[in-house]
């Protein structure tokens, strides 16, 4: 794990666009099916947006028909962290960048095999590396 990312939070408006500062640091979710990486088959590795952390690999990339690109596990076990999210009715699982704490998205037990999970990600969390993996 790479040393942790902390930035004011007038560093954070700098670094990133304003749909990046309100999904990686105030937790927004962008609309479905407006994303970049929605329908993207392409192989590398998903960073962070915010701080260029390795998350996700492509292998583990599919399509779920939610409007977000998912996968079913991290690129490796301290990549994200999980944390409880009590904003809705039914409380969730959110999914944080493990290096710099951005919000990337959600975690659903609804996934497929091996791990029966769906990692829900924010397109604009993250950064595909076509060079990586």
């Not at 560093?11 to 994303?35: D, H, I, M, N």
């Not at 990337?104 to 029966?116: A, I, K, N, Q, S």
Request: glycine content about 10%; proline content about 5%; some cysteine.
């Amino acid at each position: 794990m790479d040393e942790k990312v902390t930035l004011t939070d007038d560093e954070w408006r700098q670094r990133l666009t304003p749909e990046q500062y309100a999904v990686l640091r105030k937790a927004s979710t962008e609309r479905a099916f407006t994303g970049q990486y929605v329908h993207v088959d392409d192989r590398g590795v998903y960073r962070c947006a915010g701080c260029g952390a390795e998350l996700f690999s492509s292998d583990t990339k599919f399509n779920s028909g939610t409007g977000w690109p998912s996968f079913y596990a991290p690129l490796n076990d301290g990549a994200v962290e999980e944390h409880r999210d009590w904003s809705m009715l039914i409380p969730r699982t959110e999914i944080r960048c493990a290096r710099c704490g951005g919000h990337l998205g959600h975690v659903f037990p609804d996934g497929p095999e091996p791990t029966g999970q769906r990692y829900c990600m924010n397109s604009c969390a993250l950064k595909l590396d076509k060079s990586a993996g």
